[in-house]
């Protein structure tokens, strides 16, 4: 059975910065996308940043481009990180890492196209 385990939420003042990591664990084979999601107190999760785990190819939701960066660890399978800058208060969710294990992935900002996802780990920041 896969897992993925998130690292590195916690707390910062407006204009700080976080770096969220994720790795799967278990029996794996190679993931076709991995992508981070975030999900705010009543609202829908949604996606913030994933990555074609082949080629590269990114995926930013608008909210973040330019602040927030996805990378694969070419080193370690399944490993994932996101780098967060100049992080606004809105930033604040529990932020959910996501792998597709098995099947094509298309269009990474959706979340139908994930079949594998970590507990969470929340992210804070205070203006």
């Known amino acids: 059975q896969v897992q993925l385990v998130e690292s590195g939420g916690g707390s910062v003042q407006a204009g700080g910065s976080l770096r969220l990591s994720c790795a799967a664990s278990?029996?794996?084979?190679?993931?076709?996308?991995m992508g981070w999601f975030r999900q705010a107190s009543g609202k829908e999760r949604e996606g913030v940043a994933a990555?074609?785990?082949?080629?590269?190819?990114?995926?930013y939701a608008d909210s973040v481009k330019g602040r927030f960066t996805i990378s694969r660890d070419n080193a370690k399978r399944n490993t994932v990180y996101l780098q967060m800058n100049s992080l606004k208060p809105e930033d604040t969710a529990m932020y959910y890492c996501a792998a597709s294990f098995g099947r094509l992935c298309t269009t990474l900002g959706r979340k139908s196209e994930y079949n594998t996802w970590g507990q969470g780990t929340q992210v804070t920041v205070s203006s």
């Open positions: 278990g029996d794996t084979y190679n993931s076709n996308c």
């Open positions: 990555i074609f785990t082949s080629s590269g190819s990114t995926y």
